[in-house]
């Protein structure tokens, strides 16, 4: 376990994907019914964006520092910048802090709504959980985050979220995943599911959705934005997510944002983005 996500904090995966997930969140929030949110590689939940480690290959800077620079924003950005800008109240022109998932999440939740967070890394777990000290909403576990989907899952209050964000530092972990989502599916059928992946050449990626496809059968929605042409495996060209039982009109309010987005995050305007129903 190399990963640390301290060097990719606020870059433009983590704009794609926060975004996303603040979308999601505000669906459940329509009603008035609490939900259980649950982070299977929840991170760290906060990050020094003046950290050696964030300065080391500056990567918030072609994400939330564009989206920070931005003057008209769609609803949508506008509401996940606002999340970003409470961490960093002091100093809202120039930011500091970028708040991860679980912060993230954490600002949008009601009194009647839960969120459990698992995190593999021993040292990372630690540091999440005094992001979190005695917060009775809040379940830090040092857990693996596999096996949190059958732990936790489904949920008591059946309403809910599931983030599926791993490292992808093993060869194989696209497929390791398709078997984990459709069993988790399996355990909890209408639950909500998004699983972030990374686009580095388009090919694999097809692979990843017809075997998606072919395991479950629920409504499942691929959103994709890169921002450089994907036809390369040596770097991140782009990202994705996949959203089993998509809310009603979350299609519509992505597909509202992602031509702005992509206009702002692709530094040469290359790469694409697009909704596809699998
Ligand atoms: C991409 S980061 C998570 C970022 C976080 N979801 C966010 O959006 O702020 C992936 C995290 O998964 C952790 N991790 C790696 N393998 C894991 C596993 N099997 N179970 C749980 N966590 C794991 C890593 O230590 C790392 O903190």
Not at 59 to 80: C, H, R, S, W
Not at 87 to 109: D, M, R, W
Not at 209 to 220: D, E
Request: charged share 20%.
């Amino acid at each position: 376990m190399n990963y640390r996500h301290i060097y990719h904090a606020g870059n433009f995966a983590d704009v794609f994907k926060h975004i996303m997930l603040v979308a999601l969140v505000q669906s459940l929030l329509r009603k008035d019914n609490g939900f259980c949110f649950l982070d299977t590689h929840a991170g760290i939940g906060f990050y020094d964006l003046l950290s050696s480690q964030a300065q080391k290959g500056k990567e918030f800077m072609g994400g939330i520092a564009k989206i920070n620079t931005q003057e008209k924003l769609p609803p949508l950005v506008a509401d996940y910048l606002a999340c970003v800008k409470k961490l960093n109240a002091t100093t809202p022109e120039k930011l500091q802090c970028y708040p991860g998932s679980p912060l993230l999440v954490k600002q949008l939740l009601r009194p009647q709504d839960r969120m459990v967070l698992t995190e593999l890394h021993e040292d990372d777990y630690l540091v999440l959980k005094r992001v979190f000290p005695h917060d009775k909403q809040v379940g830090v576990h040092h857990q693996d985050g596999y096996l949190a989907l059958k732990a936790f899952l489904p949920p008591k209050e059946r309403r809910g979220l599931v983030l599926i964000d791993p490292p992808y530092e093993k060869p194989d972990e696209l497929s390791d995943l398709v078997t984990a989502l459709a069993n988790a599916v399996t355990r909890w059928e209408t639950g909500i599911f998004a699983l972030w992946y990374p686009i580095k050449e388009s090919r694999s990626i097809a692979r990843f959705h017809r075997a998606l496809k072919l395991k479950i059968a629920r409504p499942l929605l691929a959103i994709e934005l890169t921002i450089f042409p994907d036809n390369q495996a040596t770097q991140l060209n782009g990202n994705g997510m996949i959203i089993v039982n998509p809310p009603w009109q979350f299609e519509q309010e992505i597909q509202a944002v992602l031509p702005w987005l992509w206009r702002v995050l692709s530094p040469h305007q290359e790469g694409r983005y697009g909704i596809q129903l699998l």
